[in-house]
Every structure is written in C-alpha cells, then in structure tokens.
C-alpha cells in the first residue's frame, strides 16, 4: 500500500512539472477580452494587468512572451504587430459649420474642461456633448439646458438680432460655460439620433463609426478620422494595441495566438468599440 501511494504520489509530481504554462500581460482596460480563451487541458493560464513601467521592466527579465499594450516592445525573440485601435471620433449637426478642431479643444471638451460654443466662435451657448455610457454607469436623467431666460436657444448659424424689440432690451451677457451639458447614451445609435435633432450638440462615438456620412466628422488638427491614418498612427487621438508574442510560441501560445485572431474575438472587439487588426502570427 505505501509502495502504491509513493507511485502515485510520483505521478501526481510528473503531471504538475508537464503543465503548460501561459501568461498574458496587458495594459489598459483589456483584460477581460482574454479571460475567455477556452484553457486546453493541462494548461495553467494567467492574464496579469500591468503598468508600462513594470512591463518594460518584466521584458528586460526576459518574463514576457505575450503582451497586450499600447506601446510596442522590442527584444530578441519576440515579435510585436499592431493589434488594434482606439480612438474619439468627434461628429457635429449636419448644419453646423464647424470642420476642424485641435487636439487641445477636443481633450478640453472630452475631459469637462471646456463647454461654450463660443469657443468655436459660436454663440454663448452651452455645448451639447452626447457619449456613450460605460456599461459598470447607470443612464443618467436627461435634463434641458436652458439658455438664460430665451425660449428656444439660437442654434450656431443663427446671428444676434440686429433690430426690433430684442435691440432695445439690455443686451445678454457672454457666459463662458466651464463644462459642456454631457448627456451620456446606451450606445452610438442613440447618441447619433440625439446630434441629429440637435445644432447645439457634439458626439462622441467609438473608432468603428468612421465612415459615417450621415453628420459631419470633425477633423483633429486637421486630419480626419479614417483608416489610413488611424494606421499610421497620425489622427491624433488614435491609441495603438499591440500584441508581443515569440518566434517560436509553444503549443499552448500557438493555442491562444489562434484565438486572438479568430473572427470571434475580432468581433467582440469591434462591438465593445474597438478597430481589430489582423495580427501576422505563426501558423
């Protein structure tokens, strides 16, 4: 009997040394894309959140042979090719004559720092800016914006009355507005259904709504959001994923290699807002 328990015993000790290991390292917000990789048995499957200073780090330690990150990492043995892309894609009401906005405006609007038309040489009026909710937030209320006492906010295009009664009253302070009247939305969809009915307003959408022709795209620093130049990396609020993996991925990293470039995880890439690009791995 005890002779019988060492054996397996031994067994059990072969068994652990002859798993498989695999680690995905990522940065970002990406973690949870990964986590649903069906694990070939015998395998031991770990996806680690980092920041880019320990990843670089881990990479001199030669630890890292799979990665998911926004800058792309270099060392001998590994290959690294453009994943995917993120980026705002920033859009206005087909009757507004905006075109262009620079890197700076269009961070002030996203971050809340910045919310008057008269930024853009517009009215004293407060911009509109729709986006699309983070699933972890509830909808907020909507609520009106209302512009100092008027009954209907003019819209851009619509200059200050020049004569008649409204020439005679006092004339309406300019309001810098610190914050734009956000409106968060369930998805892109509504958010453009929103902009459409509103001259006030700017959306917000992901990076896979770039050939919509229905609104007017706004160009960034006078670059437009389409796909070569989110390649080239020259729309300039364009983030880059990359994906490091080694020359010669063992079985199970071939396993997960070929699940990253399924058109499943494609997909679900593309639906959480995401640009996929076809990684070149080994086959």
Request: glycine share 4%.
């Amino acid at each position: 009997m005890k002779l019988l328990w060492m054996l397996l015993t031994a067994g059990v000790i072969c068994g652990a040394q002859e798993m498989e290991s695999v680690t995905l390292y990522y940065t970002g917000k990406m973690g949870s894309f990964f986590r649903n990789w069906p694990i070939p048995p015998a395998t031991r499957y770990r996806v680690l959140k980092t920041d880019p200073d320990k990843l670089h780090k881990l990479l001199s330690e030669n630890k890292i042979r799979l990665a998911v990150t926004t800058v792309p990492l270099q060392k001998n043995g590994l290959k690294t090719v453009k994943f995917a892309y993120q980026a705002p894609i920033l859009a206005v009401h087909p009757s507004n004559p905006l075109r262009n906005m620079s890197t700076k405006q269009a961070r002030a609007l996203l971050e809340n720092q910045r919310g008057s038309w008269r930024t853009f040489n517009g009215p004293s009026a407060r911009i509109h800016l729709y986006v699309k909710a983070r699933p972890e937030l509830p909808l907020p209320v909507m609520r009106n914006d209302h512009a100092h006492g008027r009954a209907r906010p003019r819209t851009i295009l619509e200059p200050e009355p020049l004569g008649g009664k409204q020439a005679d009253e006092e004339p309406i302070p300019t309001i810098e507005y610190s914050r734009p009247l956000k409106i968060q939305t369930e998805s892109d969809a509504k958010s453009f259904s929103l902009l459409f009915t509103d001259p006030f307003g700017i959306a917000c959408f992901d990076i896979t709504r770039f050939n919509e022709t229905r609104v007017q795209l706004l160009k960034i620093d006078n670059i437009p959001p389409t796909l070569q130049n989110f390649r080239a990396g020259s729309y300039p609020l364009t983030t880059i994923l990359y994906l490091t993996y080694p020359d010669s991925p063992t079985p199970a990293e071939r396993e997960l290699l070929r699940y990253i470039r399924s058109i499943k995880f494609s997909r679900s890439l593309y639906l959480a807002g995401f640009l996929p690009e076809k990684p070149v791995t080994e086959k």
